[in-house]
């Protein structure tokens, strides 16, 4: 077995008794890469240097056994995150010679963990799409059938998981950016409680439901990452400072006294038979291993995709605005005045989802347009936040798909945005609610001689991570 | 809601994004199909709703004004060398007024 198959629990334990190196698991990592990135292109950037920060820490190790919790684990994060003194392209031809002038909080607390970075991997651009189809270098492609997106759009952070490319990463969720190409891969993709992790130096693009999150081979390492990035911070005031208490990681023994609600409708017209059959047959089991079965309602489900898509583009529009030619990134030479270099440089800078987003979230901010549209998308918000705090009076958990349907085919949906935006049916609720979820693998169907995985989403009450970790933790035993 | 080529040109300018003749007819159609989709929040009485604004619960808060980020501390020439266009040490742009 090469040592970039480990899981971060492994390697961990591996280091510790000093079975093998840092230098030699992140060794086996960059080999791999070399050796099968060419075909599936999760990454955009690989740190070579990787190697000497990875015999530094071999010297610390040497000095003193006892280390932080993340010591040596290469991993790799998402391109919408800043790393200082390396670029940061966010996908986008506009930000494709930008180098990052400072670390993003997150990336702080990894190397205080004493994480070690493989390189930055691929995405929509600025997390705009559900395939990383919309990325200005070229998709990421699933490492299960080269011929099928990995999803996204934490998609490149999805392949490098699935492919052993990496120990474990980080990508970032808006609408289910970590939790769908989680699922179209076949890993594990937490999406933390809005306000559980910071965002300062996270690339926005929707601010009131950006999150950043782990994605990992197993539910125990999206906990460790987790414990690493969680916590408020200076410079985010949205990263909420109240007391989590201590978050470690504990597997239930059984779910005796679990209550698990299923939302009646999750399951409706537009999900794969087969999809349906796998979810219904986990949540048999779950029943089995002690768990109280509740059938539930949300009832606005429905109207979650509509909320999102005039919520996010709004926001968009404003976020996207810094993008001028003027401060950094790209700048069309062309332009005779400041208004034209603002639009040339927007006009080629930016690729088409990220106008069309520009455009929808203008148009529903205008003079005469906010109330119809962005008003009425929060006062939907709430109400979709609602259905959430009613079903948690009821139940501990609440189950169901994380997508429709398995990984689809490059080029199947790229011409209707309204047909990609239906990857995500199951996830953008939760983000305009704020709740934490989890995508975990559930099982396979096959399709043209390749099995592909299937994700069950598992979600629970604001800032109960601890509990939806367990609860995907024992789901994992039971699945198995 | 149908988006007229008026309309889209009337955005574009307001979001700066030069648009060819192509793209506003792509877009005048793929945002008419989107609000068109989005309308369905019509259905949803919300009267005496609160919107739900920011992601949080969270009121006002607060910190004392001084400077905590010493993350970019003595990178002001980065911070500058990243415009595509300086002299001197500061920023170039083409003249406001005309």
Not at chain 1, 93 to 114: C, Q
Not at chain 1, 230 to 259: C, Y
Not at chain 1, 307 to 328: C, H
Not at chain 2, 34 to 56: A, Q, R
């Amino acid at each position: 077995m090469n040592l970039n198959e480990l899981t971060i629990k492994q390697a961990s334990d591996g280091l510790r008794k000093k079975q093998f190196s840092v230098k030699e698991l992140v060794s086996d990592c960059l080999l791999a890469i070399k050796e099968k990135d060419r075909d599936i292109h999760s990454y955009l950037k690989v740190f070579e240097d990787a190697l000497a920060d990875a015999r530094k820490a071999d010297e610390m190790l040497a000095e003193r056994s006892k280390q932080p919790l993340l010591f040596g684990i290469p991993l790799a994060i998402k391109d919408n995150i800043l790393i200082s003194g390396q670029k940061c392209t966010a996908g986008s031809k506009i930000l494709e010679n930008y180098t990052a002038s400072y670390d993003a909080s997150v990336i702080r607390k990894l190397k205080n963990h004493g994480a070690i970075f493989l390189g930055k991997t691929n995405l929509d651009e600025f997390a705009m799409g559900s395939s990383t189809e919309n990325s200005a270098f070229g998709p990421s492609k699933n490492p299960h059938d080269l011929s099928r997106v990995p999803g996204g759009s934490s998609g490149g952070s999805a392949a490098a998981v699935a492919a052993d490319l990496c120990l474990g990463a980080l990508g970032s969720d808006t609408g289910g950016s970590i939790r769908q190409p989680a699922s179209f891969c076949g890993v594990v993709g937490l999406k933390p409680t809005y306000g559980s992790v910071s965002r300062h130096g996270l690339i926005a693009m929707a601010s009131s439901l950006d999150q950043i999150g782990p994605m990992t081979k197993t539910v125990e390492d999206a906990a460790m990452i987790f414990e690493a990035i969680a916590g408020d911070d200076d410079f985010d005031s949205t990263a909420s400072k109240i007391e989590r208490g201590k978050n470690e990681f504990e597997v239930p023994e059984n779910l005796r006294g679990w209550k698990i609600g299923v939302p009646k409708e999750y399951f409706i017209s537009g999900l794969d038979e087969r999809v349906e059959k796998i979810v219904k047959s986990v949540v048999a089991k779950l029943e089995k291993a002690g768990a109280e079965i509740k059938e539930i309602s949300l009832p606005h489900s429905e109207y979650a995709l509509p909320t999102y898509y005039i919520v996010v583009p709004s926001e968009v529009s404003a976020n996207l605005a810094r993008f001028d030619g003027i401060r950094y990134g790209y700048r069309e030479e062309s332009g005779r005045d400041l208004f034209e270099v603002y639009s040339k440089s927007r006009a080629e800078g930016f690729g088409s989802e990220v106008k069309r987003r520009i455009m929808l979230g203008t148009y529903a901010l205008s003079a005469g347009y906010y109330d119809a549209y962005y008003l009425k998308a929060q006062k939907v918000r709430r109400l979709i936040r609602e259905d959430f705090e009613r079903a948690f009076e009821k139940v501990d958990i609440i189950v169901g798909p994380t997508t429709p349907t398995p990984a689809f085919k490059f080029g199947e949906r790229g011409d209707d945005p309204l047909k990609m935006y239906l990857a995500d049916i199951y996830t953008v609720a939760v983000n305009l609610a704020g709740v934490p979820a989890i995508s975990m693998p559930t099982g396979w169907v096959e399709e043209g001689g390749k099995k592909l995985p299937i994700g069950l989403q598992l979600i629970s009450k604001w800032f109960e991570e601890k509990k939806l970790l367990g609860a995907a933790a024992a789901a994992e035993k039971v699945i198995k | 809601m149908s988006i007229d080529k008026k309309t889209v040109e009337r955005i574009a300018h307001l979001a700066r994004i030069e648009l060819d003749d192509i793209e506003k007819d792509k877009l005048g159609k793929d945002l008419s199909a989107i609000l068109k989709f989005v309308g369905k929040l019509n259905e949803v009485d919300t009267k005496n709703v609160e919107p739900m604004t920011g992601g949080t619960a969270l009121e006002n808060v607060l910190r004392d004004d001084k400077q905590i980020d010493k993350d970019l501390q003595g990178k002001s020439a980065e911070l500058i060398g990243a415009a595509p266009e300086k002299k001197d040490g500061w920023v170039k742009v083409k003249a406001v007024f005309e």
